[in-house]
């Protein structure tokens, strides 16, 4: 019976506005909003991806970047494998806060979670405030992974998401994760168990239909 | 399948109680009990709650569920509701097979208020029978999105059409019509729920032991024999808090019973937002009939109405005001004492 996992949290977590609404659209829905709501709490996406054979569930939470919201952000940290911590690289602002938000993350989560670094609206060139060195020095500075980002385009979003699920994977392989703890956001089971027990959210890379709510 | 729900315990058992008499907001009398009673699709089930579908349902088994594994110690009140919008009458927004669940629960259970509103899209499959209460098929739920309720405004917009509206800090507005399947008295919870949340009650003591005298969804309206003939129709309908006290039962689940307001807090937000709303209702309510899906950016300032009390804190175990402290100290407890943000395992 092939296994299948999912990765219970994916966070998608920085300072509002930067398009973090805009990737988790991208990715599950292939599509792009330019004028999203601001998140408060907690808004979830997911989708199923294949890596090394494997049906692996990602389910993502998008988090609101505002500070106002910002103390509850902090508490759904837990359990969580993963983090997509994203700047706007036409904002210096988004980029000058990133210790932040990373010391945040790193607080309040898993001390293995993988982190990847985003930098986000790769398409406005011109507007360009940020340039890819410095997200790359910041990254390889603090362990992250790095790639530069569109929703607009969707330029490297399944790239980031499933570059992050790998590592993840990887970590798993090489035993860094405790998969019988759940605290680490992973579980793995049955195909079957895994897409059932599961059936909320689990788009299979497309979303229900209706669209409500 | 529908995963495991955490077993809750009941955590007042073999405790000694002591009933507290107070004087409480009015809430509209529970008449609907009256018709209700022959509704109840009890077979065996003790909690009427469950019985209607408003507690242990679908919504809450997706949100305790072992992928999100949320607040799992927490009762979620929860019904299932179809989108309208207003035209002339209201109209549905979606095709039929696709309506919402709604639901409020608190991230930590000891929270004498609700203080999270889960929301979550239902596909129904083709031809079924769209029953929130134990259906045959379960339906395809998938959670979007929790708000903390603090940001969150809840009204009952009207209560012939059992609808209700919905409003969040950013001004998303969402008009939310009970699902015809619901009997009316789940209409009566949600009545009754946005009228907590807005007034809060005169309590906020969590003592386990006292006996609290107000319960969304009253445990005894049927016997655990299932009989359901509890009359209440000699209940002065002026009265409902004594309704309510003989409609109390030592049910298990009472994290929604336990629905007590920091009144000096709750007060103050409850007249403020009240005020600003009915300023802003009447344009509001001229708005397009995209109204319940895109965000109105206007006025913003009713914002600073979300203020919140003490107890609607994510994070109840920091610092509180020595009259909080007294009453959280009554009932820590190993069952009440969650670690902090502690809603995982």
């Known amino acids: ?213 | 399948m529908l995963s495991s729900v955490p077993h809750r315990k009941p955590w007042w058992k073999s405790k000694k109680t002591v009933k507290v008499t107070r004087s409480y907001p009015t809430f509209p009398p529970l008449n609907a009990w009256e018709e209700c009673r022959g509704l109840l699709p009890v077979d065996g089930e003790l909690n009427p709650g469950v019985g209607f579908g408003v507690e242990d349902g679908l919504l809450c088994q997706v949100v305790h569920s072992p992928e999100f594994n949320l607040f799992p110690n927490s009762v979620v009140f929860e019904s299932n509701f179809v989108q309208v919008r207003r035209g002339r009458n209201w109209i549905d927004i979606y095709k039929a097979s696709n309506t919402m669940a709604l639901g409020v629960t608190s991230s930590v259970p000891c929270l004498p208020l609700p203080n999270i509103l889960l929301m979550a899209s239902v596909k129904w499959y083709q031809g079924q029978s769209q029953t929130w209460n134990k259906p045959s098929t379960i339906p395809n739920i998938i959670l979007k999105r929790i708000l903390p309720l603090k940001f969150v405004e809840l009204q009952v917009c009207d209560h012939l059409q059992r609808i209700l509206r919905l409003r969040t800090v950013t001004e998303k507005i969402y008009y939310l019509k009970l699902h015809p399947d619901h009997p009316e008295i789940v209409f009566h919870f949600w009545t009754r729920l946005v009228q907590i949340l807005q007034k809060g009650l005169s309590i906020t003591t969590k003592d386990p032991r006292i006996l609290f005298t107000h319960c969304l969804v009253p445990k005894n309206c049927c016997s655990p024999s299932g009989d359901s003939q509890v009359s209440y129709k000699n209940l002065p309908a002026s009265q409902p808090s004594d309704s309510l006290i003989q409609l109390m039962a030592k049910g298990e689940r009472e994290a929604l019973s336990q629905i007590f307001a920091d009144l000096h807090q709750k007060n103050q937000f409850s007249s403020q937002s009240s005020k600003k709303t009915e300023t802003n209702k009447d344009t509001s309510e001229k708005e397009t009939p995209c109204e319940d899906c895109i965000p109105c950016t206007r006025d913003l300032s009713w914002r600073d109405s979300f203020t919140f009390g003490e107890w609607e804190r994510e994070n109840p175990s920091g610092l509180q005001p020595l009259s909080l402290l007294s009453t959280l100290a009554a009932c820590t407890g190993p069952q009440l004492a969650p670690p902090i943000g502690g809603f995982d395992p």
């Open chain 1, 1 to 213: 019976c092939p296994l299948s996992m999912f990765f219970r949290k994916v966070f998608l977590n920085s300072f509002s506005g930067v398009g973090k609404s805009c990737l988790l659209l991208q990715f599950t829905d292939k599509r792009f909003q330019p004028v999203h709501d601001l998140t408060i709490g907690v808004e979830f996406g997911a989708r199923m991806i294949t890596i090394d054979g494997k049906q692996i569930k990602l389910q993502i939470w998008d988090t609101a970047g505002q500070e106002s919201f910002r103390s509850i952000t902090r508490s759904y940290y837990r359990g969580a494998a993963g983090a997509l911590l994203v700047y706007d690289i036409t904002r210096r602002d988004t980029f000058n806060h990133l210790t932040t938000w990373l010391e945040d993350a790193r607080q309040h989560s898993n001390s293995n979670m993988v982190i990847m670094l985003i930098g986000n609206k790769s398409d406005l060139e011109s507007r360009r405030e940020v340039k890819k060195e410095e997200g790359e020095a910041f990254a390889r500075e603090h362990g992250l992974i790095f790639m530069e980002t569109s929703a607009k385009t969707a330029s490297n979003v399944e790239e980031a998401f499933i570059n992050t699920a790998k590592e993840i994977y990887e970590k798993i392989q090489e035993g860094v994760f405790d998969i019988n703890n759940e605290a680490n956001g992973i579980k793995i089971g049955p195909q079957h168990a895994a897409t059932n027990a599961t059936h909320a959210g689990s788009q299979g890379g497309q979303q229900a239909g209706g669209g409500c709510c």
